[in-house]
């Protein structure tokens, strides 16, 4: 029997279920983060930002006490990038990635990894650690000391990909110092953090948060390789569909596929968001054209703001002294019902993220 097609809406539908973007939902920041399968991190804010779009009456206190009581961790994870997780997910997904994080440095050390003695840089960090955490510039030096001739840069950058550490809290309003200190994961956690896991675990957290998929989906959203032959494994225990384009989709049997013709509500979302990043074919939510608008060249990934649930411009604040200005800049002309919805929600955002400023604006820049 021929699978059942889903077109690009109900792709796009399934997805803001899954990323609660059709409705905000009344949860902690720990259980919707591990719901989402990680918030991008690069930077500290973005996931309070993401999380109040998702979350009913979330407060930024929310996430940071959950930050400080060591619900939710911060590490380097998918894509070697920093993620915050539920600490409870942490070693499954941490265990289950080490072989794209060890691609990805070799990808980004090239030549400069060649004469490093991974084991005996990692047993030298690994020991440092242990005596507290510290920051990645306080870790170089020690691992000069022993390593006088290496590069003290692709050193740190091997440690982070291949010690489980954990970024140590405090010092800023949105819970992390700009040059934070770095902590053993075991020793943070409490617990040990295994070797080795199953990709398969892994593939079912991402279609639960980012499903229907195809393995090349799941691939550019965790950073690991030929991921086919774990989906083939599942298959017995996933749905099966295809895109419009004819594309073999796996998915959990009772995970949600709304009607594609569900109203979208007006969200807008922080800059690295996984819904703009979490798939290769990702015309599910942008457009291929508009892409390049979003991503920039230096490889930022600006905020972006949702028109009946595609990705329609982006935003961004500005402070001057006691007054903030969310500015929105759409990629088309919108209709003045669209325009009004984000000037709603781009009103109370701006509060948000700007709540010791005493005066509040929103505007469009022209399409």
Not at 102 to 108: E, G, P, Y
Not at 199 to 210: E, S
Not at 354 to 360: I, L, P, R, T, V
Request: charged share 25%; with cysteine; glycine share 6%.
């Amino acid at each position: 029997m021929a699978e059942p097609v889903l077109s690009r809406k109900a792709l796009n539908r399934a997805l803001l279920a899954r990323q609660m973007l059709l409705a905000r939902k009344k949860t902690t920041a720990a259980l919707a983060i591990g719901r989402l399968a990680g918030l991008q991190a690069q930077q500290a804010k973005p996931p309070f930002v993401g999380l109040w779009s998702r979350l009913e009456g979330f407060r930024r206190e929310d996430l940071a006490r959950a930050i400080e009581q060591r619900e939710v961790v911060r590490a380097t994870l998918m894509r070697a990038t920093l993620h915050l997780l539920p600490a409870a997910d942490y070693p499954v997904f941490r265990s289950g990635l080490q072989p794209a994080l060890t691609a990805a440095m070799r990808s980004a050390l090239r030549d400069r990894a060649s004469g490093l003695d991974v084991e005996a840089i990692a047993a030298a960090a690994r020991a440092c650690f242990a005596e507290r955490p510290r920051t990645f510039a306080e870790l170089r030096v020690e691992l000069l000391k022993r390593f006088p001739e290496a590069d003290e840069r692709a050193m740190g950058y091997l440690v982070r990909t291949h010690l489980p550490l954990i970024v140590v809290p405090g010092g800023n309003h949105w819970g992390y110092a700009a040059d934070a200190k770095f902590a053993d994961a075991s020793a943070w956690l409490g617990r040990p953090v295994e070797a080795a896991a199953d990709p398969g675990a892994l593939v079912l957290r991402y279609l639960a948060a980012f499903g229907p998929a195809a393995a090349a989906d799941a691939q550019a959203w965790s950073g690991l390789a030929k991921l086919q032959p774990d989906f083939e494994r599942l298959r017995p225990r996933l749905a099966v569909f295809r895109d419009e384009r004819g594309r073999e989709l796996f998915d959990l049997p009772d995970a949600p596929l709304p009607d594609e013709n569900t109203p979208a509500p007006a969200r807008l979302l922080p800059g690295f968001d996984n819904l703009v990043l979490a798939h290769k074919d990702r015309t599910r939510v942008i457009s291929d054209e508009q892409r390049s608008r979003v991503v920039t060249k230096n490889l930022q990934v600006l905020p972006t703001f949702l028109v009946d649930g595609f990705v329609a411009g982006t935003w961004a604040v500005e402070r001057r002294k006691q007054s903030a200005t969310l500015t929105l800049t759409a990629f088309a002309a919108l209709p003045a019902p669209a325009k009004s919805r984000l000037t709603e929600e781009a009103g109370k955002l701006v509060r948000f993220v700007e709540d010791d400023a005493n005066e509040f604006n929103v505007r469009f820049n022209a399409a």
